[in-house]
């Protein structure tokens, strides 16, 4: 595994999620992101390289690696030079001056939880964000991600208008976060632990809200190329291969080519 040395003059700063924060820095066009207290580097690796195996084109590929000499990842930015990454959480801001979870969680269903935000985003910058919550929520329905936020939801600005971001930010996928699901959790427990973000806590329900799924995985190229990476790397490798097997058997229907 590659150890980048990136000195403290790239240093970004700590980035808060909902559940950890982590450190971030920022040269030569790549982002890198020290783990916070769990394998996020890993998952963010292992959820690109099941997207290699879909349909999906626009998402951002991570490697796996140190910084610093402590674990994490890198990915290329996904911005051009003038453009913006504007997240949900960020335009609701700066249109309102209000916080855009406090608005969501005001309505008394998913249904309208996710029509609003829609709609939201629509009025404001012309984008159909449908397809895009679509693709999201599916993939973190199948890798079980639970730090889903109005600050990974984004959209670019550039200088003809909005575009939606890419898919990004999977480090919370397949109970990484140790403070939230240490290793001597059983698996059983951490299921009914989750809390799935940000229209429903039920990974479910807010994914067949938006529809049929959009994402479709060549199974057979997941298992000759996602599997074999997690059986050479040797890391908590045998209950990840498992947990990933079982979930894509139970969602078959939704994910199956």
């Not at 490697?63 to 959480?89: A, D, M, Q, Y």
């Not at 693709?135 to 600050?151: E, P, Q, S």
């Not at 976060?177 to 059983?188: A, N, R």
Request: charged content about 25%; aromatic content about 14%; some cysteine.
């Amino acid at each position: 595994m590659i150890d980048y040395v990136i000195d403290n003059e790239f240093f970004v700063g700590s980035q808060y999620g909902s559940l950890g924060m982590t450190n971030k820095y920022y040269k030569d066009g790549y982002w890198y992101k020290q783990n916070f207290n769990g394998t996020e580097g890993h998952s963010e690796a292992v959820c690109s390289h099941l997207l290699s195996c879909s349909n999906v084109t626009d998402y951002v590929c991570y490697e796996e690696c140190l910084i610093n000499g402590l674990p994490g990842c890198r990915s290329k930015s996904f911005t051009n030079e003038g453009e913006t990454v504007v997240t949900f959480h960020r335009l609701y801001k700066m249109i309102t001056g209000g916080e855009l979870k406090n608005r969501v969680s005001s309505f008394d269903t998913p249904k309208e939880r996710i029509a609003f935000v829609i709609q939201f985003i629509k009025q404001y910058t012309g984008v159909d964000c449908r397809s895009y919550l679509n693709k999201m929520l599916y993939f973190d329905m199948l890798t079980l991600d639970v730090d889903r936020h109005f600050h990974n939801l984004s959209l670019i600005q550039t200088e003809e208008g909005f575009r939606e971001a890419p898919m990004f930010d999977f480090g919370a996928s397949f109970f990484s976060l140790k403070h939230v699901f240490p290793d001597k959790m059983p698996l059983d427990e951490k299921f009914k632990k989750m809390t799935p973000q940000p229209f429903s806590r039920d990974f479910e329900e807010q994914a067949h809200l938006l529809g049929e799924c959009e994402i479709k995985i060549d199974y057979e190229k997941v298992q000759s190329y996602v599997l074999d990476f997690l059986r050479e790397d040797k890391k908590n490798s045998e209950e990840l291969c498992e947990l990933i097997i079982n979930q894509l058997e139970r969602y078959r229907r939704d994910f199956a080519l």
